[in-house]
């Protein structure tokens, strides 16, 4: 199939910029079964969900010449969840129907919204937005909906997730009732299905995601490294692809930015993208990047959709997704288009068996590797440069010149020994890793101490899950009962009958006299016992476990053989005994102290 039977503006403005042949996606909406219907489209990044939505609203938007006509009140609107993807959808808009005589205007948050709602009062035959900017628009009056013919919502099940529920309503129910609704969404689970029938008509369901999730372009990797190492292995993922364009993912905005002044500091042209950057910060980084002023981006999960970078060849997920739909849309930022593209998940030795369930889940294949040392990547640099520097170039007389001083001063062997160092020297230096060994694997996975506490001595006090322990008033229990501070409390470890705790063996025994002294001193936390341990938490969970086992197969010995009743006795039918009523925790929302109980002794008159 082709393009050869679109309007003529539209098909012109595609040749301009290379489509020869429609993406599946938009290969099923432009089939004559699609025409003027509603549409719920399942389709997965970066397959081209942007022009095809542009092309199957062409109907709505063009009159018989192929040409928009002038009009102040919006045809279409498009919604999308984030304004990154709203600034992109707005652009490639923007190209297609712009030899049409189309007009965009775009309204997303971070921006002034006097001009958003001056281009709104000039005319636009599309309107290209976020949930709540649109809304406020709408609210103002300073967008009318009136005059629609189609809305698209865009990433639909971001949205939801996003909480724009609301917001997605409110602007549906101010549409006409005729209009074409067209739904995009990579997945469509429950809740889509539940808008879909509510305001949608006949839609036509599109799918063109397989069988397997995982995206085809996609080479992806699963590096294990130790936690200590994992600065150290971006370094070398980065130094070893040499990637055009290279985005990294963190969980959070603080893990961003110090990742960010990390590569800065070693040598990297590095840009970051997070929800504490404004608008104007977000365009001028990714403007560097499709200048190439900048080759990495350091992101949260706001990248994760609506970036479209053609450059963009390798993604490495510092920091491991929280589900296998994160993975797929930080991933889906290469790999775009029919290009090739590799992802790279860097995964601490513990954490892998939580990876490889999530790798199960997407059904995505990866192969697992050891992070790239620092021979590995020399090798690689050295025929990187060989087959930089016998590029043919095309010299002056000026460099010609030049050349012929050098030889004159030089040998042509230190000539070109100073050109590879001057080529070396502008990369940064790859990392010296730790050897990824069993052994190391192993220490790495035991649990890691804090400064002066390699040496400790268990203690246990008699309140653990079911009587409500919580360290938020346990620490400041040991405090007092001790004579300790906090930072000699180490870890602590709640369990369903008992709490143990560490504290340095130089101070153990000066806290066992403390704790013994202060036992009666409290009317309140007296009943609380504190104690030296016998052993560490996992031997007391252990005897826990085996004791429950013991109970459980005492109670299923006694189910199968009942004990016989007395003679003469009449057994009588079981009572439950009433369930306790009032809330676990105090009315006034704090935690309960059930290990305050009433001395018992003789009574007083």
Request: net charge positive.
């Amino acid at each position: 199939m082709t393009f050869a039977n679109l309007p003529s503006f539209l098909g012109s403005a595609l040749a301009e910029r290379g489509y020869v042949a429609p993406t599946p996606v938009q290969a099923a909406v432009l089939e004559p079964e699609a025409e003027g219907r509603d549409l719920l489209v399942s389709a997965q990044t970066g397959s081209g969900k942007t022009v095809a939505f542009g092309l199957a609203m062409a109907g709505q938007l063009l009159d018989g010449e192929g040409r928009v006509p002038y009009g102040i009140l919006p045809r279409a609107l498009v919604i999308a969840p984030t304004r990154e993807l709203a600034l992109q959808v707005s652009r490639e808009l923007a190209w297609l129907y712009g030899k049409a005589g189309g007009r965009i205007a775009t309204c997303v948050g971070g921006m002034n919204p006097s001009v958003e709602r001056r281009a709104l009062q000039q005319g636009a035959t599309i309107v290209v937005g976020t949930p709540g900017r649109l809304r406020d628009h709408l609210e103002r009056g300073a967008l009318d909906l009136s005059g629609l013919a189609a809305v698209v919502i865009d990433e639909a099940d971001e949205m939801l997730d996003m909480g724009f529920r609301e917001e997605l309503e409110e602007l549906l129910d101010a549409a006409p009732a005729e209009r074409r609704t067209l739904l995009f969404s990579a997945t469509i689970p429950r809740a889509i299905e539940a808008m879909a029938r509510r305001y949608q008509r006949d839609a036509l369901r599109i799918s063109t995601i397989g069988e397997t999730r995982g995206h085809g372009d996609i080479d992806y990797q699963a590096v294990t490294v130790s936690p200590s190492e994992i600065e150290n292995a971006v370094v070398n993922l980065l130094r070893y692809h040499e990637a055009e364009t290279a985005m990294l993912f963190c969980a959070t905005r603080d893990n961003v930015r110090h990742l960010h002044a990390t590569l800065q500091e070693r040598g990297f042209a590095v840009v970051a993208l997070s929800g504490e950057h404004s608008q104007q910060e977000r365009n001028q980084a990714l403007q560097a990047l499709r200048d190439r002023r900048a080759r990495v981006c350091v992101a949260t999960d706001v990248a994760a959709r609506g970036i479209d970078l053609p450059t963009l060849s390798l993604v490495i997920h510092v920091e491991i997704p929280r589900d296998a739909e994160v993975l797929q849309h930080r991933s889906g930022r290469t790999g775009r288009a029919g290009k090739k593209g590799t992802a790279v998940l860097v995964v601490p030795f513990p954490r892998r068996r939580r990876v490889e369930g999530m790798l199960r889940q997407a059904q995505i294949s990866a192969e697992w590797i050891d992070p790239p040392g620092r021979d590995t990547i020399r090798a690689r640099d050295q025929e990187r440069l060989l087959t930089r520097l016998l590029e043919p170039v095309e010299c002056d007389e000026t460099d010609r010149e030049l050349a012929e001083r050098l030889l004159a001063e030089r040998s042509a062997q230190d000539i070109a020994a100073m050109l590879v160092r001057a080529h070396r020297a502008s990369m940064p230096e790859p990392e010296e890793l730790i050897e990824n060994s069993p052994e190391v694997r192993r220490a790495a996975q035991q649990e890691r101490h804090r400064p002066g506490f390699e040496d400790t001595v268990w203690f246990r006090m008699n309140v653990g899950r079911r009587q409500n322990a919580d360290p938020r008033w346990i620490l400041p229990l040991l405090c007092r009962r001790g004579h300790v501070t906090r930072g000699e409390i180490g870890a602590i470890r709640i369990m369903p009958g008992e709490t143990q705790f560490q504290v340095p063996r130089a101070i153990a025994a000066r806290f066992a006299d403390a704790v013994a002294r202060t036992a009666a001193a409290s009317d309140d936390e007296g009943a609380i016992i504190i104690e030296a341990a016998e052993g560490t938490p996992r031997d007391a969970a252990r005897v826990n476990r085996q004791q429950a086992g013991r109970q459980q197969a005492g109670r299923q010995a006694n189910a199968a053989n009942p004990p016989a009743p007395p003679s003469g006795h009449q057994a009588q039918p079981h009572r439950p005994k009433p369930h306790r009523k009032g809330p676990v925790n105090g009315g006034d929302g704090r935690p309960s102290k059930p290990w305050k109980k009433r001395a018992k002794g003789p009574s007083q008159g």
